[in-house]
């Protein structure tokens, strides 16, 4: 079945450092991919989204492009803030209703 | 109210209590959903209502009994509860336009813990 495979956290960085965050996917359709960021105390949010191969996601500095040759999304920001700190979270959806998360990676950025 | 709003935000219960979790949408949304976030786990989908009615029902053992009223209200009534089923239940909701894909906006969840 389709499944989507993240990075183990917590992820620790100072702040300005840059972030990578490792997502690869299997599914038997073309999906949608997408990363949402769960602060701490509320729900998901979604972070961004790609539609289809080579499309690249973006919002709040953070970027993902979809790589359907290697099937992977991973998430990038270049300078990362303590605000950033949270848990990310990689997913899939080939439409319908059900969507595939990972196990989600905490971030850490220290002042 | 804005977005969706989840009550209790936490909640402890014996194994042999009743409760049950509100989630309300002010989206005007016409789908709403019940995950499960434990720790270390990806989340599980539990339940899907689309237009009031259950869509989706991933193997939910039979303690666990959703329950939507109408499209902006959906309950997850608990009862004989086990330990493992401490976790987070998160709500969701989405306007499901038949094709592709659309964005789901999630509650902050009640954190549950059985004794």
């Known amino acids: 079945g389709d499944s989507v495979t993240q990075m183990e956290g917590p992820v620790t960085l100072s702040e300005e450092a840059c972030l990578t965050i490792n997502c690869t996917y299997t599914a038997t359709g073309y999906p949608s991919l997408f990363w949402y960021v769960q602060y701490p105390g509320e729900g998901l949010q979604l972070l961004l989204k790609a539609t289809k191969a080579d499309d690249k996601g973006s919002n709040k500095g953070f970027e993902a492009t979809y790589r359907k040759e290697t099937t992977s999304f991973h998430l990038e920001k270049g300078s990362v803030q303590v605000s950033d700190s949270a848990v990310y979270f990689c997913?899939?959806?080939?439409?319908?209703?059900?969507?595939?998360f990972g196990a989600g990676t905490r971030l850490f950025v220290k002042a | 109210e804005t977005g969706v709003t989840q009550t209790p935000r936490h909640l402890v219960m014996g194994m042999t209590n009743k409760k049950s979790l509100k989630c309300e949408q002010h989206?005007?949304?016409?789908?709403m959903y019940w995950y499960k976030q434990s720790a270390k786990k990806p989340l599980e989908l539990m339940f899907v209502?689309?237009?009031?009615?259950?869509?989706e029902n991933n193997s939910v053992p039979s303690r666990f009994s959703p329950e939507c009223p109408n499209s902006s209200h959906l309950f997850l009534h608990l009862h004989t509860l086990q330990p493992e089923d401490s976790a987070l239940y998160l709500c969701?909701?989405?306007?499901?336009?038949?094709?592709?894909?659309?964005?789901?906006?999630f509650g902050p969840g009640t954190r549950l813990t059985v004794l």
């Open positions: 969701a909701s989405s306007q499901e336009r038949g094709s592709g894909y659309n964005e789901q906006f």
């Open positions: 209502y689309s237009l009031e009615e259950r869509v």
């Open positions: 997913a899939l959806n080939t439409g319908g209703f059900k969507t595939i």
């Open positions: 989206l005007g949304h016409n789908a």
